[in-house]
């Protein structure tokens, strides 16, 4: 119930809550007048009524509510009787709440327009003060750095800019990836999805940095997170992680292409390392050859020297290289008076007067492709070879570079004839010209150019040996345009190239690679080392320090390689290496599936997203330096 | 202690017309009406002549003067003494009666309230005042459409009138007005003067004496009832709606008019109340509880409360209104069992009630045997426990009854926000209609805005008709323009919902009546929001549901329980 | 209290459908490498506009623009759903840049400030009424200067009648300063009975030194001083009620601002 009963019309009035001032006595505690302010603000309660002229009397007309007729009554000047001083009328709370939000508006509207205006550099406090109406945030401390002097501007062009164009670029999208390719290249499209060029594809998007990267989330901020959904987001297969739904490895996964060296690890371990003789010198297991303080993305083997040399180092002097062989002639055409001047008399030179060759062979490979003769035509080379050999006789090797030169070899003769005596050359020709075997003084033991019966042959001194190489070299870039030349060239190869009966045995081993076709053939002399790429990375060194689910230590000698890498028996390792095609290839080891990883990267296990094993970007590289240093 | 000395005041201390003389009563005593009066049987302290020149008074008219609107609430009876009247047939054009005519606002209209409200309290545009005579406190006049020496809104072209509308003549002695003056129902008919005439205006008082006391006026008067308006009230009633027109006419001859309580219970009510007689037992009885059910009883006009016998006093179950009910359930279930049945519960009247008894007998032999078994609503007590019960006691004693749209504030919802009084000013030209505050119970005001009353006295005695009632939803409306502040309805209304209101002109100047320096006031209240389109701003405005508009009979109100 | 009830449940239905909604959509975007700052920022500012808008619907009651009950409900519900996409936007409580970190501290201010109003209006009002009086908070200033005349007429009645001024000396110094103006401000906030404790204390202080006929005047002047606490209970909390949104409002407004500015400067130098 109330105890308030002042309801009636005629003692109390419409309260109006839209008024903007009450009554200032009110407002200090006093007792507040009825009339309240007037609308304007101004204090409405001076008179309590506007006194009536009544013929000559002044009446009081103060109204019921305020208390009727007063006692004091009009004076009689007509003013009231109840005036009392004005009061200063003071603001609703509505109306404060009004001027405050006035206020508020204004503050912040103000802080901006200052902000904003401050002029001075990034560097100063003044600077900094202004780009705290803009400042987004911290940049990753990548980017910190080389920003101090560019400020804002080295990325955002728009910052800086007078007004109305700063207003305007509100309106158009921002092409801020221009403005990483300032500092950041990559060796495909910027703005094509992993720097690929992809076929036309409408379904292909252009990215833009920003898409991934975004910058202002603090110092330490990783920018180039990733999450799965996000690469799956672009990728037509997508799937939810790696264990369930990532595609299988390919078949061949990760021998794409033959080894360098035709290392055979199937018959080594099953069949050579078995034979008594050689076992002593057999590597302990995979890791006495692969050496593992080097693993990366593969785990390079040790060179021929160590890895090889204790099995293989005395089968390589033992195929000699037949630079030139003395031919069946027909007939001689030598001067028998110039050959006596260049060689001296031999006694055992007899004069006769049919010519009988001592020599039955055919020319050698090499002659045949250098002189352009072919081998079979007694009557195409005889004169040839035969004014060779008299040009040896009379000056030692001068004929055999000319002939080199002539036959227009990729290598200098130099290299090829190194070693080789003018004075051995001139004794051998002397013996040929004489229609004589040359005879050895001894059989020859070292490496080097011996001279034997009908044959120049030079001898490998041992591995890598540089004359042979030479020579190899010179055979793989032989040919010409002439399809006879081509034969011959074609010829030359097939005996040098010989896996089996080539010289110095090099070919046993080293493939011989067409790159690309319809290309020059190569010979791959060093280990060929997969190229890391971003695209896909592994790298033997983390793992080689995990244990596996059964326990295994990656890096134990003996077991821990075949963890994931095993042998497989049956592949045709050989037939790979038949032809110049590095990609026609069947592995000793089984290809990597899928599952063998899994057995790690798994839910609950070890980690497995996109990031670990797939870079977005190919091959990220920098245009410009990325310190602040000026040192 | 000193004692001052101070008559005991009468009943006609002050008569209707001062001036009425023994003349004037002789001229009328030869009136046919008057002259049928038996004057003896009336007492001595009220005699015939006393209330001939007390309770009525000679009143002329001019030509065109509206002498009644159909729709007004008066309280006086006519008797035409000479001069020609019209009474409108049909429809008239509502602008004849000084009723507001504005529709619901339009779009733009609303959406322009934003800038047009003022912040200056009450400002008129006094251009549309018409010819009323009134003066800024600078000097200047304006002129309204009124007399300048009478308060009547007269129609200014009778021809015009005739030609358009039908109408009906009425000459000397025939006597109208009767029906709205004791029946507490509005004027079922406007009438205006068609020629410079005379009237005997008879008010309530005097006509309620003449009719107690003389049969022949009674029979009279409840003859031109039963003619005009009990048939269509019986009509009307679901009950007889069935029966055909002789049956129909049987039971209006049988029916009994009865009228409990005082008329002017508005003004009676706070002095019983301040006296300690407001409560249950004093009032008028019309049935106990427990007495055998002699006949259906029919509210007319005003309010009866339904109680039960509670411990020493009476528990109010509801209160009936105008078509309200009692004594429907026991009659017929006396009538099909063959028992007679008693009330199950006590009618008594609140304020001022007319009551119409249909006698069993009639029901039975015409009425029962017609018609299926009547829906009777059950208002028995139940489980209910006083506190559930509580706000209806508070309601009755308070006769908040009378109210269709009492505003309810639940006070524990409610934050104080004033968010409905700036709703109310926005709709107003920026003028509140009502005030947040009122009488309280329990955590519920009812706050002093306008409840728009079934019984609106606050209507009783507007000189010019400006208060009326709208005919489509039964808003009370003041028409800003007709009033003169007479203050009559603030006066009146016995909640204090009516509010005088010093206007001013647009530049702020308070508007003052040159003749006596006082401020012009116009009466205002809640109107409903009538030409808002989206109805009462106030509901919609209250951002806590704290507000609501209420009748407060179980069952009409919005939320469940009230407790 | 049912309708209620049920609005509220539905529009909580609605919001978080919404968020659910903006939380899938945010997650798709950023698999897919959109930009899903743009996208909660957008809806951001969105909810924010229709939260702002309330005041313009308060502003304007004579349009029917709906019931101010359920604008309550929505923009309450709604201020939540901001609250949560401003964490999904900013994706910290405690984004860096010196602007940034205005926007933020504007917001948490305005969201605390709204959910602190939100609560002190459902508990207030019932505090209120169980008073058992109701006035309006603009006539205060007129009901204690009555009270207060009332006082000092009782206690010179007091002394003139009764010829002793105790009563008149103990209310210079105690009763003066409580009727002069609200008093007990904090403690009615915080709902502490502190002024009771007192206002029992001046009389059982004084009543010792008081005679059987003083003893009435001051039965009557502590009836007088209870109604007086009654009323200070409703200064205090309506006009707390009142005042919160001095706090809420202009809050709003620099948020608006800075908002737009943060708009502004995000489409420069970003989008």
Not at chain 1, 25 to 33: D, L, M, Y
Not at chain 1, 234 to 239: G, L, N, Q, V
Not at chain 1, 471 to 493: I, K
Request: a negative charge; one cysteine or more.
């Amino acid at each position: 119930m109330t105890d308030d009963n002042h309801f009636d019309f005629d003692r109390s009035a419409y309260e109006r809550p839209n008024s903007g001032h009450v009554c200032g006595r009110g407002a200090e505690w006093g007792t507040p007048c009825w009339r309240g302010p007037n609308h304007d603000g101004s204090c409405g309660g001076e008179a309590e009524c506007t006194p009536y002229d009544n013929q000559g009397r002044w009446e009081c007309r103060r109204a019921q509510a305020a208390g009727g007729l007063c006692e004091n009554g009009p004076g009689p000047d007509g003013s009231c009787g109840c005036s009392q001083p004005p009061c200063v009328p003071r603001p609703t709370l509505r109306r404060r709440r009004w001027r405050l939000s006035v206020i508020a508006l204004g503050l912040v509207v103000a802080a901006l327009a200052a902000f904003t205006h401050l002029s001075g550099d990034a560097g100063s406090f003044a600077g900094s003060v202004r780009n705290a109406a803009l400042d987004a945030g911290e940049l990753t401390d990548g980017h910190a750095g080389f920003t101090d002097a560019q400020g804002c501007k080295a990325c955002h062009s728009a910052h800086g800019a007078q007004p109305m164009a700063w207003l305007a670029s509100a309106f158009g999208a921002n092409d801020m990836t221009k403005a990483c390719l300032d500092c950041h290249t990559f060796s495909g499209p910027a703005r094509a999805p992993h720097n690929e060029v992809f076929a036309p594809n409408k379904r292909v998007r252009k990215t833009q940095c920003a898409m991934c990267h975004t910058e202002h989330k603090g110092y330490g901020a990783n920018i180039s997170g990733l999450s799965n959904e996000q690469c799956a987001s672009c990728h037509e297969k997508s799937f939810s992680s790696f264990v369930s739904g990532h595609p299988k490895f390919s078949d061949k996964f990760p021998h794409f292409r033959r080894a360098s060296i035709k290392f055979n690890h199937a018959s080594h371990q099953e069949k050579h390392f078995q034979d008594k003789n050689v076992a002593k010198n057999a590597p302990a297991n995979c890791t006495t050859c692969h050496r593992t303080e080097a693993a990366d993305h593969a785990v390079a083997p040790l060179g021929f020297e160590n890895a090889c040399a204790k099995c293989h180092a005395d089968q390589i002097p033992k195929r000699n290289l037949v630079v030139l062989r003395l031919p069946e002639f027909e007939e001689t055409n030598l001067d028998r008076e110039a050959v006596i001047e260049a060689c001296g008399a031999n006694p055992e030179a007899e004069e006769e007067d049919e010519y009988e060759s001592i020599s039955s062979d055919e020319m050698s490979v090499i002659a045949a492709y250098m002189m352009g003769k072919p081998i079979d035509d007694f009557e195409a080379y005889g004169e040839a070879f035969q004014e060779l050999v008299m040009g040896m006789a009379e000056d030692g090797t001068g004929a055999l570079v000319d002939m080199i030169e002539g036959s227009g070899a990729a290598v200098d003769p130099a290299v090829l004839l190194a070693g080789l005596n003018p004075e051995a050359a001139k004794r051998m020709a002397c013996a040929w010209a004489a229609n004589l075997e040359y005879e050895l003084p001894a059989e020859p033991t070292f490496g080097g150019w011996y001279g034997d019966l009908l044959e120049l042959i030079y001898r490998p001194s041992g591995h890598a040996d540089p004359v042979l190489k030479g020579w190899l070299e010179f055979a793989v870039a032989a040919g010409a345009a002439d399809e006879e030349v081509l034969e011959r060239a074609e010829e030359m190869r097939a005996q040098l190239l010989s896996p089996k009966k080539g010289p110095g045995a090099c070919i046993k081993c080293h493939a011989v690679t067409r790159d690309v076709a319809d290309g020059p053939l190569r010979i791959e002399w060093r280990y060929h080392k997969d190229k890391a790429r971003s695209s896909h990375s592994y790298s033997h060194r983390n793992h080689l320090t995990m244990v596996d689910p059964q326990g295994t230590k990656l890096a134990d000698s003996n077991q821990g390689c075949s963890v994931c890498h095993e042998l497989d028996l049956e592949a045709d390792f050989e037939g790979g290496y038949k032809d110049f095609n590095a990609q026609t290839y069947s592995s000793n080891f089984v290809s990597l599936k899928k599952e063998t990883c899994v057995r790690c990267h798994a839910r609950g296990r070890v980690r497995q997203n996109c990031q670990l094993c797939h870079a977005y970007h190919k091959e990220p590289a920098f245009a410009k330096r990325v310190t602040r240093n000026e040192n | 202690m000193s004692i001052a000395h101070f008559t005991r005041p009468q009943r006609w201390d002050s008569p209707f017309d001062p001036e009425m003389g023994e003349s004037d009563i002789a001229s009328l005593m030869e009136r046919p009406l008057i002259a049928a009066i038996n004057a003896e049987t009336f007492p001595d302290n009220t005699p015939l002549a006393g209330i001939l020149q007390n309770d009525t008074r000679i009143v002329h008219y001019k030509t065109g003067d509206i002498v009644v609107r159909e729709g007004d609430y008066g309280n006086s009876a006519f008797l035409i003494l000479g001069g020609k009247l019209r009474v409108f047939v049909d429809d008239y054009p509502d602008a004849l009666l000084g009723r507001d005519t504005t529709g619901k606002k339009g779009f733009f209209a609303t959406i322009s309230q934003i800038w047009n409200n003022s912040i200056i309290p009450e400002v008129r545009d006094t251009e549309k005042y018409g010819s009323q005579t009134v003066r800024s406190a600078d000097g200047r006049e304006t002129r309204s459409r009124k007399r300048k020496d009478s308060n009547r809104v007269f129609v200014q072209d009778i021809p015009a009138i005739l030609d358009e509308c039908r109408t009906a003549e009425m000459g000397e002695d025939e006597i109208f007005g009767e029906l709205a003056a004791l029946g507490r129902i509005p004027r079922t008919a406007t009438i205006f003067a068609e020629t410079d005439a005379t009237l005997l205006e008879i008010r309530w008082q005097g006509l309620r004496e003449i009719r107690r006391f003389d049969d022949g006026f009674r029979r009279v008067i409840d003859r031109r009832y039963r003619q005009n308006a009990l048939l269509v009230h019986l009509r009307e009633t679901k009950l007889f709606a069935k029966l055909d027109e002789d049956v129909l006419g049987k039971v209006a001859d049988a029916t009994l008019f009865e009228t409990y309580g005082t008329f002017d219970w508005q003004v009676s009510f706070k002095r019983l109340r301040s006296s300690g007689k407001g409560s249950v037992e004093h009032e008028p009885a019309i049935a106990r509880q427990g007495e055998y059910a002699d006949g259906l009883l029919m509210i007319r006009a005003g309010f009866a409360r339904v109680s039960i016998e509670y411990g020493s006093t009476q528990r109010t179950l509801t209160y009936l209104g105008a078509g309200g009910t009692f004594g429907l359930g026991e009659l017929y279930a006396a009538w099909q069992s063959g028992i007679s049945v008693s009330h199950g519960a006590s009618l008594t009247a609140l304020g001022y009630v007319d009551v119409l008894r249909v006698p069993a007998q009639v029901l039975e032999e015409y009425v029962f045997s017609e018609t299926a078994s009547p829906a009777v609503e059950s208002i028995a007590v139940g489980t209910r426990t006083l506190a559930e019960d509580a706000l209806l006691e508070w309601a009755v004693e308070e006769r908040f009854i009378n109210a269709t749209k009492s505003m309810l504030i639940d006070l524990t919802r409610c934050v104080r926000c004033d968010d409905c009084v700036r709703a109310c000013a926005a709709t107003h030209g920026g003028n509140p209609r009502f005030i947040r505050h009122g009488k309280t119970f329990g955590h519920w005001m009812v706050a002093n805005a306008c409840m728009h009353c079934t019984d609106p006295v606050c209507m009783i005695g507007c000189p010019t008709g400006a208060i009326h009632r709208s005919e489509i939803d039964g808003t009370v409306i003041i028409n800003d323009e007709t009033c003169i502040g007479c203050i009559t309805c603030a006066t009146s209304c016995p909640y204090n919902n009516i509010r005088m209101v010093e206007i001013k002109n647009r530049m702020g100047v308070a508007l003052v009546d040159p003749d006596s320096n006082r401020p012009i006031l116009k009466a205002t209240k809640c109107d409903l929001c009538y030409t808002n389109p989206g109805g009462p701003a106030c509901l919609r405005a209250c951002p806590h549901e704290a507000l609501s508009r209420v009748d407060f009979r179980r069952g009409a109100l919005a939320e469940g329980d009230l407790s | 209290m049912n309708l209620a009830r049920t609005r509220y449940l539905m529009v909580w239905l609605a919001a978080g459908m919404v968020f659910d909604l903006l939380l899938a959509e945010n997650r798709s975007v950023r698999v897919h490498l959109g930009n899903p700052r743009e996208l909660t920022g957008y809806w951001l500012l969105g909810v924010m506009i229709f939260l702002a808008l309330f005041n313009l619907r308060k502003r304007l009651p004579m349009l029917p623009l709906g019931n101010a009950a359920t604008w309550l409900t929505l923009h309450a519900v709604g201020g939540v759903l901001a609250a949560a996409i401003f964490l999904l936007h900013s994706g910290n409580l405690w984004p860096g840049g010196v602007y940034e970190k205005a926007l933020a501290v504007l917001s948490y201010l305005t969201i605390l400030s709204g959910i602190g109003g939100y609560f002190i209006q459902r508990i207030y009002p019932r505090l209120l009424t169980e008073t058992g009086i109701e006035v309006i908070y603009e006539r205060i200033p007129l009901r204690i200067g009555e009270l207060r005349q009332k006082a000092e007429a009782l206690v010179l009645e007091c002394c003139d009648q009764t010829r002793f001024d105790t009563l008149g000396r103990h209310y210079l110094d105690s009763l003066q300063w409580f009727f002069s103006r609200p008093r007990f401000t904090f403690n009615h906030i915080v709902g502490s009975r502190r002024s009771q404790q007192w206002l029992k204390q001046q009389d059982t202080v004084v009543r010792r030194y008081l005679n059987d006929d003083e003893r009435k005047y001051l039965d009557d002047l502590s009836q007088l001083a209870q109604q007086k606490d009654r009323i200070d209970l409703h200064y205090t909390l309506q006009g707390a009620m009142k005042r919160w949104l001095l706090v809420h409002v202009p809050l709003t407004v620099a948020l608006m601002v800075l908002s737009f500015w943060h708009l502004l400067v995000v489409n420069v130098y970003s989008l």
